[in-house]
């Protein structure tokens, strides 16, 4: 008897050890569809009634439902909801409901980096450099961007009373205002250069973008630009219709501007420009770098393949999939991934990696100061060749390769030096840039554009981190003095004299825009413009 009950002690051990499977049979795994859908009901009946915590059956549903979605290991297909597709809907429609104030926290308040042209913000007086330290009776020091986002937007229509703090007044100034419907610019107002020399950014590729690009180049032509700096730097992309409508202003009825192969009915098309350009004399150079993706790699793969734009940057990020936003339900949408996108020379762009942080990463590399070997100027020739329309090499393999690679500067050892002695104080250090740069404008120490940061200025930075307990050597302070004095004009120039003239003064240092730059001013018709550019080019870059 003992070893009869020994015996099934034994079994109930293993049993419970294999998950049960000896007691409780199902259906086979690997069966017809009929078969599988009836296995998934019956494992979710079986988990809801007897696993050992309480789950709600439609919490399984999600789980099962992002589930499936994982296993297609792709990041790009998901299932939006809440937040995450109001996001989406923002950044393509531009649109948002709020006061249309750039802000960021700055020494602990909520501070106004810039109201947005005809926003309420803007016509109420808000200026840059306003510091709000109350939202609708509620104290904002200590508050987090994504918390200051979410009390000054709201309804279009209702009502919000802030208080700001404005360098120069004592008492805080009080503001009843009235929430709208914001649009974000893609495009926001060109810069001329001398020489006429134009210059644009887009960013992203959303609902207005072709006609806010078109009329930013009809006003600058009207201004004297003679030729274009197109910045889709950091660029991550957004609606394909927009890319293919951009590309369109600027290449001939009946050119391919890209083409998308997939599975699906319709998934596979040709699309070609369907109007003639409106600029055709216009010289171009576009800017890209790793941070340019999707919609904006189409842009500047197809101005690259017709030879209509010199590229120059560095090689970028690499995303060559279309996702399709099924609309499910109320605030609720499925991005999946339906198809691939070709340059008109026949190059993929998407870069093969296992995820998005990977794929940035290796995208990335090609700026670091010891790039990845996939990206190294000798890895760039061996990537396979496709021809332009003027027979010029052009590299596949992964994102677009510059028609001229052009790393930006890289950190001194002293620079990164000065950085690891600030290591997690860097918002200490942003704070005391700014504060200082408030005290100019209050005070007037700085009257003009062009100023020049002074040793004294740069002392006074390293004295303001030392009062907020940031205590670095004067000798690193100093080896890194060419770091401090360029983001304290940076941040000088922006609350002072606006965001046009902090990007001026940014320009200088831009060794990509002002390649562009040389570029321009040599070439006065964009054939001149692509000898010049092919007799720039490096290794990686010439025909074979």
Do not use: C
């Amino acid at each position: 008897m003992k070893q009869r009950w020994s015996l099934i002690a034994m079994v109930a051990v293993i049993s419970f050890l294999s998950g049960g499977w000896l007691l409780q049979r199902g259906v086979a795994v690997g069966g017809n569809v009929y078969q599988q859908a009836r296995l998934f009901d019956d494992v979710l009946s079986h988990v809801h009634t007897y696993y050992v915590d309480s789950l709600p059956e439609t919490e399984l549903y999600d789980k099962a439902t992002n589930g499936m979605l994982e296993q297609l290991k792709d990041p790009y297909s998901v299932l939006l909801t809440g937040d995450d597709y109001r996001q989406l809907t923002e950044q393509t429609s531009g649109n948002y409901a709020g006061l249309g104030i750039q802000i960021d926290v700055r020494d602990g308040w909520i501070t106004v980096v810039a109201p947005l042209p005809e926003s309420p913000a803007e016509r109420a007086g808000v200026q840059t450099g306003d510091q709000i330290i109350e939202v609708d009776g509620k104290p904002t020091e200590g508050w987090k961007n994504d918390q200051a986002v979410k009390a000054l937007r709201g309804e279009a229509g209702s009502k919000i009373v802030i208080r700001i703090r404005r360098a120069g007044i004592a008492e805080p100034i009080r503001y009843e205002l009235t929430r709208a419907t914001i649009h974000i610019r893609s495009v926001p107002p060109g810069t001329l250069f001398e020489g006429g020399v134009g210059y644009i950014s887009l960013n992203p590729v959303s609902e207005t973008s072709a006609n806010e690009l078109r009329d930013e180049i009809t006003a600058l032509k009207g201004k004297g630009m003679k030729s274009l700096v197109l910045d889709l730097r950091l660029n991550p992309g957004g609606l394909l219709d927009q890319g293919v409508k951009v590309t369109e202003l600027f290449l001939d009825r009946g050119q391919e501007i890209v083409s998308t192969r997939g599975r699906a009915r319709g998934a596979s098309k040709n699309f070609l420009d369907e109007n003639k350009q409106l600029w055709p004399d216009l010289p171009i150079v576009v800017l890209v770098n790793e941070g340019t993706a999707s919609a904006a790699e189409i842009i500047a793969g197809a101005l690259q393949d017709h030879d209509r734009a010199v590229v120059v940057g560095s090689p970028t990020f690499g995303k060559g999939l279309v996702q399709t936003l099924f609309p499910l339900g109320e605030g609720v949408a499925l991005k999946l991934t339906t198809a691939r996108w070709f340059t008109p020379s026949g190059r993929t762009i998407q870069r093969e990696a296992k995820s998005e942080e990977e794929q940035f990463e290796i995208a990335q590399a090609s700026v670091d100061s010891a790039p990845d070997p996939s990206t190294s100027d000798s890895a760039l020739r061996e990537r396979p060749a496709f021809r332009t329309d003027g027979g010029r090499v052009v590299r596949g393999g992964g994102g677009i390769v510059p028609d001229l690679v052009v790393r930006p500067d890289t950190l001194s050892t002293a620079e990164r030096e000065f950085g690891r002695s600030l290591g997690s104080k860097v918002p200490a250090y942003r704070d005391a840039i700014t504060a200082y740069a408030l005290e100019l404008k209050r005070t007037k120490g700085v009257t003009a554009e062009t100023f020049r940061v002074t040793p004294e200025m740069r002392q006074e930075i390293h004295q303001r981190l030392r009062a907020k307990g940031v205590d670095i050597s004067p000798a690193v302070f100093e080896g890194a003095h060419a770091l401090v004095d360029e983001q304290l004009g940076y941040e000088v120039a922006r609350y002072l004299f606006g965001r046009p003239a902090e990007f001026r003064r940014r320009s200088l240092d831009d060794d990509q825009l002002q390649t562009a730059f040389g570029l321009l001013r040599k070439a006065q018709t964009p054939r001149e413009l692509m000898g010049v550019a092919m007799s720039s080019a490096g290794p990686a870059n010439r025909s074979n």
